[in-house]
């Protein structure tokens, strides 16, 4: 271990007019081009004008300071801008590259080359005019917070991104850059038709993605407007008068029955807008569905109106969702979404390449994926479910508690319906805890969960990237803990996890899967195959 | 497992079977005294304006909110750095780097090395003024996708850097 942290060597002066890539490769620390400072500056100009306002805001008398305040401001953030640049060095090592930043607080990165997925180069407007460059080095990580060299001077900028991919590919010399751009993606040489969507089976999907959202959105939209609208719209009593040439008063007379029925009308509106708009929704985005398999993995056609054309590498896919609900678990409906590791946007997602199919339908595209959904129900085990009902439970017992004291203070009939409640909520526990079970099989996390969208997500161990038992008070009290794992890709929030597992039970599992992880080379998973 | 170096000093199990942890340097226990020292201030100024405030108004006896702020902020300065730092601990082996931290929601993190994408190692201010550094691994999984070690000696957060960075080379050739 010699070459750590503190490298003797003082960083080269920038003037040097010898080839900048050479002399990183040589492992010297670097500066990025000193017009950086001028670059940085005035990309941070727009920021200093909100200060102006405030300023004139001031009167008459803060006009002379102005002046005066002016150049003051410039003149610090040019230092600000000259110390960042003068505190941040780079070079190119043997097996990584080193960046060291930060005037107080000194920041050192080490991105090892087998790790880097890509080198860009991107020329923002002022940098182009400066005639710079910026080198941005993406590893793929979960942020997007990789590496940026910015700024070098454009022939630097693509030659030291040359040096970094040749020497990510192991090559000392010089590489034919075509190697290295990567497959064509839409290459449609071998197209095979995996799943296409006919307009029966569009409706169908539609009519399961019932939403109330519709309503939501225009209850948000009349909030927003709501100062705008005359007073009127929001008495019930307008409409009524103005749609049906209903009086109040007349509803008030005509009994109860009829005020039953009325409300029942309400209801079969909402649920006729719940399914319409669950249907346009449905037919925007999935008319013409079709998930073809191409040389580089899948291709995903889609919109009626907004017409998407998504290339999903097959290696990219990190893990499989099959999603349903009761209801369309009874008609043997599933969806099946891919998760993917992030390509273009940052942000990974959830790509749905089945909407409404059949297990028959899923079973081939899983297989293409290189995933499985053999597990038998036996091979499944539940976790514990007193952690799941505890606190449930409590807040029942607490409701009962407050129901009894409705019931004998105020009315024998107020304090039902908060009974009803407090008998629901450990049901509602108790079903999820029934609808939350594991299996780990043929190298192959299956992870069940939730009763009313049921959600089995298919991972096969070598994709997990990290793997915590997490215990919170509750587990202390049964000897519990929750695995949970990080995947490449999916929700940051609800992350995969087994909950309530006994302790050593949840030890257990994750050593078989980290087993799994460590024992196959799998630094290269972003590669094609 | 069989690690090259072994840990400078025996550690107690926290509960669960959670043994097997080195603990960071103590001296990060300064630093999160100092840190916390910051937000004590802070809190105490609050509590003097609001005790100000209501001996104005009220006949409230000197320390209705004094007292008690005390109280906390003491028990920020002087309990908890010493409980976070005995619940804050790690183990890094062959393959793999283990972060276990936490009292009442404790997280337990295994990082195999196959899987970190690059390495930072940070130092902040006061870490510089104790010598002190945080790893930190950056991960492709949305969940975690950094894990953080604070309260490491730098030449040792130099040093795990090295060996990972020299697995993560090793396995790919």
């Known amino acids: 271990m010699s070459d750590i942290a503190t490298e003797p060597v003082r960083p080269?002066?920038?003037?040097?007019?010898?080839?900048?890539?050479?002399?990183?490769?040589?492992?010297?620390?670097?500066?990025?081009?000193?017009?950086?400072?001028?670059?940085?500056?005035?990309?941070?100009?727009?920021?200093?004008?909100?200060?102006?306002?405030?300023?004139?805001?001031?009167?008459?008398?803060?006009?002379?300071?102005?002046?005066?305040?002016?150049?003051?401001?410039?003149?610090?953030?040019?230092?600000?801008h000259w110390l960042h640049w003068w505190h941040f060095t780079y070079c190119i090592r043997a097996e990584d590259i080193r960046v060291e930043q930060g005037i107080f607080s000194r920041k050192s990165r080490s991105v090892p080359f087998e790790r880097i997925q890509d080198v860009g180069i991107e020329r923002k407007p002022v940098a182009r005019l400066l005639g710079l460059a910026a080198v941005k080095i993406e590893t793929g990580g979960g942020k997007g917070e990789d590496a940026e060299l910015s700024y070098l001077k454009l022939p630097d900028a693509e030659a030291l991104r040359d040096l970094i991919r040749d020497r990510k590919h192991g090559v000392v010399g010089t590489a034919p850059?075509?190697?290295?751009?990567?497959?064509?993606?839409?290459?449609?040489?071998?197209?095979?038709?995996?799943?296409?969507?006919?307009?029966?089976?569009?409706?169908?999907?539609?009519?399961?993605?019932?939403?109330?959202?519709?309503?939501?959105?225009?209850?948000?939209?009349?909030?927003?407007?709501?100062?705008?609208?005359?007073?009127?719209?929001?008495?019930?009593?307008f409409w009524l008068a103005e749609l049906g040439g209903i009086d109040v008063a007349m509803i008030r007379s005509i009994g109860l029955v009829a005020q039953?029925?009325?409300?029942?009308?309400?209801?079969?509106?909402?649920?006729?807008?719940?399914?319409?708009?669950?249907?346009?929704?449905?037919?925007?985005?999935?008319?013409?569905?079709?998930?073809?398999?191409?040389?580089?993995?899948?291709?995903?056609?889609?919109?009626?109106?907004?017409?998407?054309?998504?290339?999903?590498?097959?290696?990219r896919v990190q893990a499989g969702l099959i999603l349903t609900g009761p209801i369309r678990r009874h008609f043997g409906w599933r969806e099946l979404k891919f998760q993917s590791l992030a390509q273009d946007s940052k942000a990974g997602s959830d790509h749905s390449v089945a909407p409404l199919a059949s297990s028959a339908e899923i079973d081939p595209i899983?297989?293409?994926?290189?995933?499985?959904?053999?597990?038998?129900?036996?091979?499944?085990?539940?976790?514990?479910?007193?952690?799941?009902?505890?606190?449930?439970?409590?807040?029942?017992m607490v409701l009962c508690i407050g129901a009894t004291m409705l019931w004998l203070l105020v009315h024998p009939l107020a304090g039902t319906a908060i009974y009803a409640i407090a008998g629901f909520l450990p049901l509602l526990a108790w079903l999820r805890w029934r609808h939350h079970r594991y299996a780990l099989v043929g190298g192959q996390l299956y992870v069940h969960a939730g009763w009313w969208r049921q959600r089995l997500s298919l991972l096969p161990a070598i994709r997990t990237q990290t793997a915590d038992l997490s215990y919170s008070p509750i587990d202390r009290l049964f000897g519990t803990a929750s695995l949970v794992l990080g995947v490449a890709g999916g929700s940051a929030s609800f992350p995969l996890q087994i909950r309530a597992l006994p302790e050593l039970d949840a030890i257990d599992l994750r050593e078989r899967i980290m087993a799994a992880v460590t024992s196959i080379d799998f630094s290269d998973m972003h590669a094609p195959a | 497992m069989t690690d090259a170096t072994p840990p400078p000093f025996a550690v107690e199990p926290l509960w669960g079977t959670s043994d097997g942890l080195t603990r960071v340097e103590a001296d990060y226990r300064w630093v999160m005294t100092i840190r916390s020292a910051f937000f004590g201030l802070a809190l105490l100024a609050a509590g003097g304006i609001v005790e100000y405030i209501l001996s104005q108004e009220t006949a409230a006896p000197p320390g209705t909110v004094m007292g008690p702020v005390a109280l906390i902020v003491l028990c920020l300065l002087v309990l908890l750095p010493a409980r976070r730092w005995h619940r804050l601990g790690y183990d890094i082996s062959d393959d793999r780097l283990r972060v276990a931290r936490g009292y009442l929601w404790r997280t337990d993190t295994i990082v195999p090395f196959g899987r970190i994408q690059h390495i930072d190692v940070d130092q902040g201010l006061l870490d510089r003024a104790f010598d002190l550094a945080t790893l930190v691994v950056h991960t492709a999984g949305t969940h975690n996708s950094t894990v953080s070690l604070p309260g490491l000696g730098e030449a040792r957060a130099a040093e795990m850097r090295e060996r990972i960075r020299a697995h993560i080379t090793r396995e790919t050739l």
Request: net charge neutral.
């Open chain 1, 12 to 80: 080269q002066p920038w003037a040097d007019a010898k080839d900048i890539a050479a002399q990183a490769a040589e492992g010297v620390p670097q500066r990025t081009d000193p017009r950086s400072v001028v670059a940085g500056l005035v990309a941070s100009l727009p920021q200093m004008l909100y200060v102006i306002p405030a300023l004139l805001v001031g009167g008459d008398q803060a006009l002379p300071y102005l002046t005066f305040v002016i150049p003051v401001l410039i003149a610090f953030a040019s230092f600000g």
């Open chain 1, 177 to 237: 850059a075509a190697a290295l751009a990567g497959e064509d993606l839409t290459d449609s040489g071998a197209e095979a038709s995996l799943f296409t969507m006919d307009n029966r089976r569009l409706l169908l999907a539609g009519l399961f993605n019932f939403s109330l959202i519709l309503i939501g959105v225009i209850g948000a939209l009349l909030q927003q407007f709501q100062n705008l609208l005359p007073d009127y719209v929001w008495d019930p009593r």
């Open chain 1, 260 to 315: 039953i029925v009325a409300g029942l009308a309400l209801v079969l509106m909402l649920l006729a807008i719940g399914v319409i708009s669950g249907i346009v929704r449905t037919v925007l985005r999935d008319y013409g569905f079709r998930l073809d398999r191409v040389p580089a993995g899948f291709r995903r056609r889609r919109g009626l109106l907004t017409l998407t054309d998504v290339v999903l590498p097959k290696h």
């Open chain 1, 366 to 396: 899983l297989a293409e994926a290189a995933l499985q959904n053999s597990a038998v129900p036996a091979q499944y085990s539940r976790t514990r479910m007193a952690p799941f009902l505890f606190l449930w439970c409590i807040l029942a």
